[in-house]
């Protein structure tokens, strides 16, 4: 599909992080004028940007600035995003997501021409479903302030889009992945929390990864995950951009590929293109459902979008170049 974007004023919050700055490349790639707001500056936020501004996204004079500059919307991609650590300091997590986004609301709601937002949701919002694959209509009870501060939002941007006419995407991810699959120079940052940078970093440290659980409910006994490619996600955005710019309504859609890869599936895949890695068998975590798949099938209907790059092996591969360059 065509996009739409030349010349569009776009700015992406938390685009200096990983999936905001592989959304902010692939808007500069369609044509828009990408402006990045974050407030920690990383060289992945500036690089592929017309204006980058070191700040918080609810500060009132950046946002009356972006105003005056004609922004025609969002993405939405800052915030707090590890399960984890929610559990531990929820008031952060509700504020930096709730409250702030809040204000950031607020005040496009005093804009003569309403942006739109594109926002980054999440998986956990379904908590651990009763049903796989996950639709969007199926039940949410969120087991994470993490997972509950997505779905306050979700419902906070319904009743601003009622009262204010802001338009909006709601995009569901599932486990987002992989590296930039243009030219490899956007990837993982050093420290990533998540499955596959981890076991990339105890491969480079001669360390033995940890798989925490082999004894779920499934073919191989480790727990299956919907992976999808960052760069199907960066596509994905500028998709909804386009929508939402061209008179869409507001939607709320899961971002996956309807099937699902287990961690030896991705230990497997990492031996055969990496090398050899040394696996630790640990204790499953706590609140670890035994399978989580999207069923992205709404997308696909209504917009014709299907992830393109988020095969294993893709993801793997990409990886694996963004850590030889970087």
């Excluded at 925490?212 to 951009?241: E, K």
Aim: glycine fraction near 8%; include cysteine.
């Amino acid at each position: 599909m065509r996009l739409r974007l030349q010349g569009k004023k776009i700015c992406v919050t938390g685009g200096a992080g990983f999936i905001g700055s592989h959304t902010a490349k692939t808007l500069k790639k369609e044509g828009a004028e990408v402006y990045v707001l974050d407030n920690r500056y990383t060289e992945a936020g500036t690089k592929y940007t017309d204006w980058f501004c070191k700040h918080d996204y609810s500060d009132e004079d950046t946002l009356s600035f972006l105003r005056q500059k004609g922004i025609d919307g969002f993405v939405h991609c800052a915030g707090s995003s590890l399960v984890g650590p929610s559990m531990k300091d929820p008031g952060l997590y509700y504020d930096n997501n709730v409250g702030k986004t809040v204000k950031f609301l607020e005040h496009l709601s005093t804009w003569d021409n309403k942006p739109f937002v594109v926002f980054s949701s999440s998986a956990a919002t379904y908590g651990i479903p009763k049903t796989v694959p996950v639709k969007e209509s199926d039940h949410k009870t969120p087991i994470s302030p993490y997972g509950q501060s997505k779905l306050m939002i979700e419902k906070i941007l319904r009743d601003f889009d009622k009262a204010h006419g802001i338009k909006h995407f709601c995009y569901r991810y599932f486990n987002a992945c992989g590296a930039d699959t243009y030219d490899h120079e956007l990837g993982p940052e050093p420290g990533d929390t998540h499955i596959i940078p981890k076991i990339f970093e105890a491969y480079q440290n001669g360390d033995a990864f940890n798989m925490f659980g082999t004894d779920y409910n499934t073919p191989d006994g480790t727990c299956v995950r919907d992976y999808i490619h960052v760069t199907d996600l960066a596509l994905a955005h500028a998709l909804a951009c386009d929508q939402l710019l061209n008179g869409s309504d507001s939607k709320i859609y899961n971002l996956g590929t309807n099937q699902g890869y287990s961690n030896q599936n991705l230990i497997d895949s990492f031996k055969k293109q990496v090398g050899d890695i040394k696996v630790n068998n640990a204790e499953r975590r706590i609140g670890d459902p035994d399978e989580l798949i999207a069923d992205a099938s709404l997308i696909k209907q209504e917009l014709d979008w299907e992830a393109q790059y988020s095969d294993i092996d893709t993801i793997i591969k990409d990886t694996k170049l963004f850590y030889e360059n970087n």
